[in-house]
């Protein structure tokens, strides 16, 4: 069973980056698929990022699309998520999630989750 924790969220300007860290604990994490959800005040959870269990493959959501960055380390046993370019619009807790199989866009088909970190980007 994967554990998983944030770290690396803080206050940047607009147009400033911030890298997140995930570290995930347990035997099986090269195994798993990963993805960064965000989700901001009175709002839905909304997907972010993913990328498969190898690193060959990831997608990402069309609002960060070439401004944000997903990558892992399974020899380190984490995946971080760079943020480039950070608009206030990109304020949220952002979450780590673990799931067996293929990656996915859907929260709901994710196993496991962090507990999140927040961004904010001040304007």
């Known amino acids: 069973q994967a554990q998983l924790v944030e770290s690396g969220g803080g206050l940047v300007q607009a147009g400033g980056s911030l890298r997140l860290s995930c570290a995930a604990s347990?035997?099986?994490?090269?195994?798993?698929?990963m993805g960064w959800f965000r989700q901001a005040p009175g709002k839905e959870r909304d997907f972010v990022a993913a990328?498969?269990?190898?690193?060959?493959?990831?997608r990402y959501a069309d609002s960060v699309k070439g401004r944000f960055t997903i990558s892992r380390d399974n020899a380190k046993n984490t995946v971080a998520l760079q943020m480039n370019s950070l608009k206030p619009e990109d304020t949220a807790v952002y979450y780590c999630?673990?799931?067996?199989?293929?990656?996915?866009?859907?929260?709901?088909?994710?196993?496991?989750w962090g507990q999140g970190t927040q961004v904010t980007v001040s304007s």
């Open positions: 990328i498969s269990s190898t690193g060959s493959t990831t």
């Open positions: 347990g035997r099986t994490f090269s195994s798993y698929s």
């Open positions: 999630a673990a799931r067996r199989s293929s990656i996915v866009v859907t929260a709901s088909w994710y196993d496991y």
